[in-house]
């Protein structure tokens, strides 16, 4: 069965940091890019950050440039969202998504992802 599971959600105070993992079950994602995206209550799904095979591309959303890291190990099969100085506006849950992509060392936020994860909530609150 081809799955993603996120990891690494809870609950932290602001200026805290969270780790979250994204791990695949059933495939290898040496050769897609992935994403990690989070929805809040009442507001839309957006793209937070996403790497490209190989890790040789990232690209973040402006309001987390400088806070949040992605980065991948894919001898774990594993994607991670290093998350520092979270602020309560990050609340949401978030997820991760691959789209195959052997090709093209590139990462977009606006494309069909071919694979989702349950999601893991994240909450800044104090």
């Known amino acids: 069965q081809l799955q993603l599971v996120e990891s690494g959600g809870g609950l932290v105070q602001p200026g805290g940091s969270l780790r979250l993992s994204c791990a695949a079950s059933?495939?290898?994602?040496?050769?897609?890019?992935i994403g990690w995206f989070r929805q809040a209550p009442g507001k839309e799904r957006e793209g937070v950050s996403c790497?490209?095979?190989?890790?040789?591309?990232?690209n973040y959303t402006d309001s987390v440039k400088g806070r949040f890291t992605i980065s991948r190990d894919d001898a774990k099969n594993t994607v991670y969202l290093q998350m520092n100085s979270l602020k309560p506006e990050d609340t949401a849950i978030y997820y991760c998504?691959?789209?195959?992509?052997?090709?093209?060392?590139?990462?977009?936020?606006?494309?069909?992802?071919?694979?989702w994860g349950q999601g893991t909530q994240v909450t800044v609150s104090s």
């Open positions: 998504a691959a789209y195959y992509a052997p090709l093209i060392r590139l990462c977009v936020f606006q494309r069909k992802y071919d694979y």
């Open positions: 059933g495939f290898t994602l040496d050769y897609y890019a």
């Open positions: 790497i490209s095979n190989y890790g040789g591309v990232t």
